[in-house]
């Protein structure tokens, strides 16, 4: 299984925990056979462990990070188990009790096949199995299951926008609550059937069906033009919400637009847009994202679905942030889930906490496995940006490394039947390595596009000492710094050196149980055309703020924020928020950084 080092052990240690927390989620039951149930919860007054159902969705969910650290067997279990319930027309279950084997579950209770989104979920889930560990034999074992699947999708799209509605198959994002009102389409299911499609297609070439793969090519490039277009709000500036049964959008503030942008479906200017609201204060409380914005006139910080704070969500949120490079709210929010390990239920993580304080819902689950899995995928997709196409022998590497760390190990990341170790050193200010072993002499070709600091200049780079030829990329913030192409040997060494820029460090803001929130927000780090690093950050009024920039030539210039002294090769900087009259509130503010 993978694990990592990096210069913070409370990451470290929230990592191995939460693969112990998946892993006490994988249970057999003598009637129902074996698979992965979506946590545990206390027994109250019965004989058994409280909670403990398989879950469809949550299956899905958890095995991004599952996969991802290389528990492949688990996940095909977990897989083979949910295809053995799948209805007729389809449909992949979403709850199944422990109990299911002695009563008429599917027939007589209605939470069976509750969901629409565990159906495309599923579907995406296996195919990213596939993708990183390359196992063909599990695809060809569950292609019928997974054309039935898809044969659900497009049957319960009566519009043909290429998605299936919640009118039509089921719930997805909301199960009760404001955010049900009128529903036609949410922006959850949409996402997780635009994936689906992509997988159908991929997988339909692989098993030599051209007229699946060519009828998902259509579904997938109309889904992919109604999520861009349906959803996105010109006025307001970002992606909203749903759509409506009266042909209108829902236009509410949630998190669930984190969850396309985590696959990579949207609009990279619109989505970083987006993001910032994302960030914000609204929806980003200090440990986590709220389902609903607290400005919303249906916000209730107690409230399942209408402005709790799920750590699956802020998982999605985190990997969203990562995905279009906004990665200091992105480490924000990975902090906070790390953190959780070890308040409330140790070493697991709660399923839901208050909008308004740092405490857990009374009624949730303490040990919610999709929770504490979001420690893990944020890490592996976003900071690390790793992304494994095992079939085809190729694996994309784009990291975005926190500026403060000058080394991370990453070992027994499976890629098929390989294993690959990476080990990230930084010496001074303008020199990064890379060396990245595997343990085999299968070729794997390697896009490589690592983050740099904001105007740095490249120099050189390096590959076994030898120089590489490279695509840099110095005018546009969302996409990397640079990109290459390299084949892996058991030992590669990549070495980038550059001159000049400007880097930024949010120092952690821990939070104690009970506590409001008050932390910094950053909502974007953009360069500017005029050489200055561009902040916008919220903040609450009356407070001062600290964060930490590094210049190799030094800071020319700033406005909006205060130097106040050196830290460690760091410059300090103070961010004042005026006071207000009443009850503090958070306001943005823009902060620009010159290098010289």
């Given at each position: 299984?993978?694990?990592?080092?990096?210069?913070?052990?409370?990451?470290?240690?929230?990592?191995?925990?939460?693969?112990?927390a998946?892993?006490?989620?994988m249970?057999?039951?003598?009637?129902?056979?074996?698979?992965?149930?979506?946590?545990?919860?206390?027994?109250?007054?019965?004989?058994r462990?409280?909670?403990?159902?398989?879950?469809?969705?949550?299956?899905?969910?958890?095995?991004?990070?599952?996969?991802?650290?290389?528990?492949?067997?688990?996940?095909?279990?977990?897989?083979?188990?949910?295809?053995?319930?799948?209805r007729?027309?389809?449909?992949?279950?979403?709850?199944?009790?422990?109990?299911?084997?002695?009563?008429?579950?599917?027939?007589?209770?209605?939470?069976?096949?509750?969901?629409?989104d565990?159906?495309?979920?599923?579907?995406?889930?296996?195919?990213?199995?596939?993708?990183?560990?390359?196992?063909?034999?599990?695809?060809?074992?569950?292609?019928?299951?997974?054309?039935?699947?898809?044969?659900?999708?497009?049957?319960?799209?009566?519009?043909?926008?290429?998605?299936?509605?919640?009118?039509?198959?089921?719930?997805?994002a909301?199960?009760?609550?404001?955010?049900?009102?009128?529903?036609?389409?949410?922006?959850?299911?949409?996402a997780?059937?635009?994936?689906?499609?992509?997988?159908?297609?991929?997988?339909?070439?692989?098993?030599?069906?051209?007229?699946?793969?060519?009828?998902?090519?259509?579904?997938?490039?109309?889904?992919?033009?109604?999520?861009?277009?349906?959803?996105?709000?010109q006025?307001?500036?970002?992606?909203?919400?749903?759509?409506?049964?009266?042909?209108?959008?829902?236009?509410?503030?949630?998190?669930?637009?984190?969850?396309?942008?985590?696959?990579?479906?949207?609009d990279a200017?619109?989505?970083?847009l987006?993001?910032?609201?994302?960030?914000?204060?609204?929806?980003?409380?200090?440990?986590?994202?709220?389902?609903?914005?607290?400005?919303?006139?249906?916000?209730?910080?107690?409230?399942y679905?209408?402005?709790g704070?799920?750590?699956?969500?802020?998982?999605?949120?985190?990997?969203?942030?990562y995905?279009y490079?906004?990665?200091?709210?992105?480490?924000?929010?990975?902090?906070?889930?790390?953190?959780?390990t070890?308040?409330?239920?140790?070493?697991?993580?709660?399923?839901?906490?208050?909008?308004?304080?740092?405490r857990?819902?009374?009624?949730?689950?303490?040990?919610?496995?999709?929770?504490?899995?979001?420690?893990?995928?944020?890490?592996?997709?976003?900071?690390?940006?790793?992304?494994?196409?095992?079939?085809?022998?190729?694996?994309?590497?784009?990291?975005q490394?926190?500026?403060?760390?000058?080394?991370?190990?990453?070992?027994?990341?499976?890629?098929?039947?390989?294993?690959?170790?990476?080990?990230?050193?930084?010496?001074?200010l303008?020199?990064?390595s890379?060396?990245?072993?595997?343990?085999?002499?299968?070729?794997?070709?390697?896009?490589?596009?690592?983050?740099?600091?904001?105007?740095?200049?490249?120099?050189?780079?390096?590959?076994?000492?030898?120089?590489?030829?490279?695509?840099?990329?110095?005018?546009?913030?969302?996409?990397?710094?640079?990109?290459?192409?390299?084949?892996?040997?058991?030992r590669?060494?990549?070495?980038?050196?550059?001159?000049?820029?400007?880097?930024?460090?949010?120092?952690?803001?821990?939070?104690?149980?009970?506590?409001?929130?008050?932390?910094?927000?950053?909502?974007?780090?953009?360069?500017s055309?005029?050489?200055?690093?561009?902040?916008?950050?919220?903040?609450?009024?009356?407070?001062?703020?600290?964060?930490?920039?590094?210049?190799?030539?030094?800071?020319?210039?700033?406005?909006?924020?205060?130097?106040?002294?050196?830290?460690?090769?760091?410059k300090?900087?103070s961010?004042?928020?005026?006071?207000?009259?009443?009850?503090?509130?958070?306001?943005?503010?823009?902060?620009?950084?010159?290098?010289?």
């Amino acid at each position: 299984m993978m694990s990592i080092e990096t210069p913070e052990p409370a990451l470290n240690l929230a990592f191995e925990w939460a693969k112990a927390a998946m892993d006490k989620g994988m249970v057999d039951n003598p009637e129902l056979g074996y698979g992965l149930v979506a946590g545990w919860g206390p027994a109250e007054g019965g004989a058994r462990p409280g909670f403990g159902w398989f879950f469809g969705g949550d299956a899905a969910i958890n095995s991004y990070a599952m996969t991802g650290y290389g528990d492949f067997e688990s996940m095909r279990a977990a897989f083979r188990f949910l295809a053995k319930f799948q209805r007729a027309d389809g449909k992949i279950t979403h709850e199944i009790s422990q109990a299911a084997g002695m009563i008429k579950w599917f027939e007589e209770y209605p939470y069976a096949f509750y969901h629409a989104d565990t159906t495309p979920f599923y579907i995406a889930a296996v195919y990213n199995l596939y993708r990183q560990s390359g196992d063909i034999k599990l695809i060809e074992e569950l292609w019928p299951n997974l054309k039935n699947a898809y044969q659900f999708c497009i049957d319960n799209d009566s519009d043909g926008d290429g998605i299936l509605e919640n009118s039509k198959a089921g719930l997805g994002a909301s199960e009760l609550g404001s955010l049900l009102e009128d529903l036609h389409q949410d922006i959850y299911l949409a996402a997780t059937n635009l994936e689906a499609s992509f997988a159908i297609r991929e997988l339909a070439e692989i098993m030599k069906d051209t007229q699946l793969r060519d009828l998902a090519e259509q579904k997938y490039q109309r889904a992919f033009a109604s999520l861009n277009e349906l959803y996105w709000n010109q006025t307001e500036g970002r992606y909203i919400y749903a759509l409506t049964k009266s042909g209108k959008q829902n236009t509410e503030v949630t998190a669930w637009a984190a969850v396309p942008m985590m696959f990579g479906q949207l609009d990279a200017r619109r989505a970083s847009l987006t993001i910032r609201t994302l960030s914000s204060s609204q929806i980003s409380s200090d440990w986590g994202a709220r389902m609903l914005t607290n400005r919303s006139p249906a916000y209730d910080p107690m409230a399942y679905n209408n402005g709790g704070v799920w750590p699956f969500l802020t998982g999605f949120v985190a990997s969203a942030e990562y995905a279009y490079r906004h990665n200091h709210s992105g480490l924000a929010h990975l902090r906070q889930l790390a953190r959780m390990t070890f308040d409330h239920s140790l070493g697991f993580h709660p399923e839901i906490l208050s909008g308004d304080f740092y405490r857990p819902l009374d009624e949730s689950v303490p040990h919610q496995l999709f929770s504490s899995g979001m420690v893990i995928t944020p890490f592996i997709r976003g900071l690390l940006g790793l992304r494994a196409d095992a079939p085809k022998k190729s694996l994309m590497f784009s990291p975005q490394i926190p500026a403060s760390w000058d080394k991370l190990s990453v070992r027994n990341y499976l890629f098929g039947k390989s294993s690959i170790s990476i080990n990230f050193r930084r010496t001074g200010l303008t020199s990064l390595s890379y060396e990245i072993s595997k343990d085999d002499d299968d070729p794997i070709k390697l896009q490589f596009e690592p983050s740099l600091p904001a105007f740095a200049r490249i120099n050189r780079v390096l590959i076994d000492g030898k120089a590489a030829r490279i695509s840099p990329n110095q005018s546009d913030y969302l996409k990397p710094a640079l990109s290459l192409e390299t084949t892996l040997k058991r030992r590669t060494l990549i070495e980038i050196s550059f001159t000049g820029g400007i880097e930024i460090e949010v120092p952690d803001s821990p939070t104690q149980t009970g506590d409001r929130t008050s932390s910094l927000k950053i909502l974007e780090v953009m360069p500017s055309s005029a050489n200055s690093l561009n902040l916008s950050v919220e903040g609450l009024s009356g407070k001062t703020y600290k964060i930490l920039a590094r210049a190799p030539n030094g800071i020319q210039e700033i406005s909006g924020a205060a130097i106040k002294g050196d830290e460690n090769g760091w410059k300090a900087i103070s961010i004042e928020f005026p006071a207000t009259e009443g009850d503090p509130v958070y306001q943005v503010k823009l902060i620009q950084i010159r290098p010289r």
